[in-house]
């Protein structure tokens, strides 16, 4: 029996989008972001940021409510919009997300173990697979702990900036980014909350899915927005636009500038805590896309094996695993994010679409129709706008995996003999 196990409450379900958000942003890219949109653009670029993830998640509620199995937008793409753009959905999702996982894992190296950071991202690979494989339940279970660490760290760091910063409010206004600045320090900021989906990704074991993913994904979404609004405030009123731009390690730096340097330890192990609920969470919902892919031959078949006893796609999840490791070996963390963003962008681009194609919902009261439409734009948007090295790469992989869409194609359906007007004589 191929299926999963519908093991997923509400309450867990917003554990594992919490897992999946919570890190990228506070501890990647704040500061790529900053310099990006300087001061007075990075608090703007976070807020269109989540409004267009909150276009997305209204879309991808209603689609996984109506199409509560794992694959996410690579289901509904084909089903509302044809092979092909579940097929583009699906490669954007998991090379966008495997460069994630592996942006994820250097990480991991760089604040554990600097002077050693592959080696120590590949062991964190192969952790983080060995507690996936164990079954969903035991994840949920693993990134409810993380999550609450997590948690408690970033208040220590919001409370020890408040308390001792001191947080001059006048530096929210420094200039550094342009209109364009706003635009790809949002499509960066991106990156932070496109974890609200391992939800809709997970939807084949979640109960009631009609009810707890609605639910589910604009909670996790709202919590972390507003950590994250709360944080960039705090980190650009302590250190200002161009230290924020320039440092690895913000939260770090705001602890030490308060008088507490001793406490950027707690904050080092705190980061890895939450990069570490993230990875879990990604390798999760990519080897359930590849699970969705498989049952499809859009990839080989035998990735869509799930376990007997944990009933897991382990196949698929150790294929992940496996690329994951190589591109560790030859990757750079802020190339990874800028290829995940684009890609991942054009992803939810085809979520909203979809979207657009199920009419009007009588029974929610917000117009889901109109942002469908702005979550569509908005995510075309950002992804052209992000550096132009992130852009190529994007669109150049999207190619690719088109190119061989097609020619898988046209080799299970080859053209037949010329038709002719008259029978042979």
């Not at 594992?16 to 890190?23: H, R, Y």
């Amino acid at each position: 029996m191929n299926q999963l196990e519908r093991r997923l409450g509400v309450p867990d379900a917003v554990v594992i989008g919490l897992g999946s958000m919570l890190g990228a942003g506070v501890f990647v890219v704040f500061g790529p972001a900053a310099a990006a949109a300087g001061g007075a653009g990075l608090l703007p670029a976070l807020v269109l940021a989540g409004f267009i993830a909150f276009c997305n998640a209204t879309s991808s509620a209603r689609l996984a409510a109506r199409y509560p199995e794992s694959g996410g937008t690579y289901v509904y793409g084909r089903e509302r919009l044809g092979p092909f753009a579940g097929f583009l959905a699906g490669w954007g999702f998991v090379a966008g997300k495997t460069a994630s996982c592996a942006a994820m894992a250097l990480t991991i190296g760089a604040y554990l173990w600097p002077g050693h950071a592959r080696v120590v991202a590949v062991a964190a690979v192969l952790a983080v697979t060995a507690v996936n494989l164990r079954g969903i339940g035991r994840t949920a279970t693993a990134t409810k702990i993380l999550v609450a660490l997590v948690l408690a760290v970033l208040a220590l760091v919001a409370v020890t900036g408040l308390a001792g910063g001191p947080v001059e409010l006048d530096r929210l206004g420094d200039p550094g980014g342009s209109g364009r600045g706003v635009l790809t320090a949002a499509g960066l900021l991106f990156f932070a909350f496109a974890g609200y989906a391992r939800i809709a990704t997970l939807g084949e074991e979640v109960r009631d899915p009609e009810r707890t993913i609605p639910r589910a994904v604009p909670l996790a979404l709202g919590l972390v927005l507003a950590i994250y609004l709360v944080l960039a405030v705090v980190a650009l009123g302590v250190l200002g636009s161009d230290r924020l731009a320039n440092s690895a390690a913000p939260l770090a730096d705001v602890v030490a500038a308060a008088g507490l340097p001793g406490l950027a330890w707690v904050v080092r192990a705190g980061a890895t805590v939450a990069v570490t609920g993230v990875l879990l969470s990604l390798l999760a919902g990519v080897g359930r896309t590849l699970l969705a892919m498989a049952r499809r031959r859009d990839v080989p078949g035998a990735l869509a094996a799930v376990h007997p006893r944990y009933r897991v796609p382990h196949r698929a999840e150790l294929a992940v695993a496996a690329v994951v490791v190589v591109v560790v070996s030859l990757g750079d963390v802020r190339h990874a994010i800028g290829f995940s963003s684009c890609t991942v962008l054009v992803y939810y681009a085809i979520t909203n679409a979809a979207a657009l194609t199920l009419g009007r919902d009588p029974r929610r009261k917000l117009p889901v129709q109109v942002l469908a439409a702005l979550g569509l734009a908005g995510c075309l948007l950002l992804a052209v706008n992000l550096p132009a090295s992130s852009v190529i790469a994007g669109f150049a992989v999207l190619a690719a995996g088109a190119a061989g869409y097609a020619l898988r194609a046209s080799r299970s359906h080859p053209p037949g003999p010329p038709s002719r007007s008259h029978p042979p004589r």
